[in-house]
């Protein structure tokens, strides 16, 4: 069956420290993966896209076909990365978006 | 530009009682979509819309029902309200193909179910 796992419900990191946010999935096909943030009282948004392969807010994230991964990582963690992060599958046939449990970020001054 | 708009933000429902939230979006996006969001369980997907005429059970699509009305309007609906539905729903629209696909959220409704 198609899903996408993030085992950790709460990460919890000092300032200034590295971020390493964990997915993983499953899925026959070809995956599309992304990664979406929801920061306090405000909308769910689109962070990054591991097609792209771009770095937005100084995160990236590397598919990993042979682990079936696509973590997200950030060398210094800053206080405003606090928030909700999702990763997501996109079944591309089916234009059918599926999410993980999320992570929820921690900065610590 | 408005995005996605959902309606109610907030609602409290009897068990039992029914109801149907709306959302519409302004992208003229082919895909639709309901989640709900839970302590602990993330997104999960409820029913989409992958275009104008289609609808398609997602994970947890027990106690709900979908109308894609138009390509603008895709809502969802409670027919007899359960406490276990007490949660946070996100309507979101996409184009629907491609691999730079994006999905846009609503700003959610809160609902409670007593």
């Known amino acids: 069956a198609q899903r996408v796992t993030q085992p950790e419900k709460l990460l919890s990191v000092f300032k200034g420290a590295p971020v390493e946010l964990k997915c993983n999935y499953s899925?026959?096909?070809?995956?599309?993966l992304f990664w979406y943030v929801q920061y306090s009282r405000q909308r769910l948004q689109l962070l990054l896209r591991?097609?792209s392969r771009e770095s937005i807010k100084g995160f990236t994230a590397d598919l990993n076909k042979g682990e079936t991964s696509f973590h997200l990582k950030k060398p210094f963690a800053q206080e405003e990365d606090s928030a909700m992060y999702y990763c997501?599958?996109?079944?591309?046939?089916?234009?059918?978006?599926?999410f993980g449990s999320g992570t929820r970020l921690s900065i610590r001054p | 530009n408005a995005g996605v708009t959902q309606t109610p933000k907030f609602q409290v429902l009897k068990t039992g009682q029914s109801m149907t939230l709306q959302c519409a979006q302004d992208?003229?996006?082919?895909?639709m979509y309901w989640y709900r969001q839970d302590p602990g369980m993330g997104l999960r997907l409820i029913y989409y819309?992958?275009?104008?005429?289609?609808?398609d059970k997602g994970e947890v699509p027990n106690g709900y029902n979908v109308s894609r009305l138009n390509k603008r309007e895709f809502s969802l609906r409670l027919e007899s309200a359960a406490p276990s539905q007490t949660s946070v729903y996100f309507c979101?629209?996409?184009?629907?193909?491609?691999?730079?696909?994006?999905?846009?959220f609503g700003q959610g409704t809160r609902l409670t179910v007593v």
């Open positions: 591991h097609i």
């Open positions: 819309s992958a275009s104008e005429g289609t609808t």
């Open positions: 992208m003229n996006h082919n895909s």
């Open positions: 899925y026959s096909g070809s995956p599309e």
């Open positions: 997501a599958l996109l079944y591309s046939s089916a234009s059918k978006i599926i």
């Open positions: 979101a629209s996409s184009e629907g193909q491609g691999s730079n696909t994006e999905a846009f």
